[in-house]
C-alpha cells in the first residue's frame, strides 16, 4: 500500500470516530481551505497589474519600503 492510500485509509478512520460537532467543525474548516485556493487566484489576477509603473516609483515602493515606513512610524 502505497504513502497516499494509507494516509487516507487513516483519515477515514479517524472520521469514522468524530463526534457530530467535531464532523460539523472539520466540515466547515474544510470548505473554508476551499475558498482560499479561490482567493490566491483572485490575487494572482493582480499579477502584472504594475507593469506600466514609473520606474522611480517602483523602485521607491519597493526599494525605500523600510524607510518609508520607519518615516510613517515617527510621524504617529
Known amino acids: 500500500m502505497n504513502v497516499k492510500n ?3 485509509n487513516n483519515l477515514v478512520r479517524s472520521i469514522q470516530n468524530l463526534s457530530a460537532a467535531k464532523l460539523s467543525e472539520l466540515l466547515a474548516f474544510l470548505n473554508k481551505s476551499g475558498k482560499s485556493s479561490s482567493s490566491k487566484e483572485q490575487t494572482l489576477k493582480l499579477v502584472g497589474a504594475w507593469k506600466d509603473l ?8 519597493t526599494t525605500n519600503l523600510h524607510a518609508n515606513r520607519a518615516n ?3 510621524i504617529n
Open 54 to 61: 514609473n520606474e522611480e516609483i517602483f523602485m521607491n515602493l
Open 72 to 74: 510613517d512610524r515617527q
Open 6 to 8: 494509507r494516509l487516507r
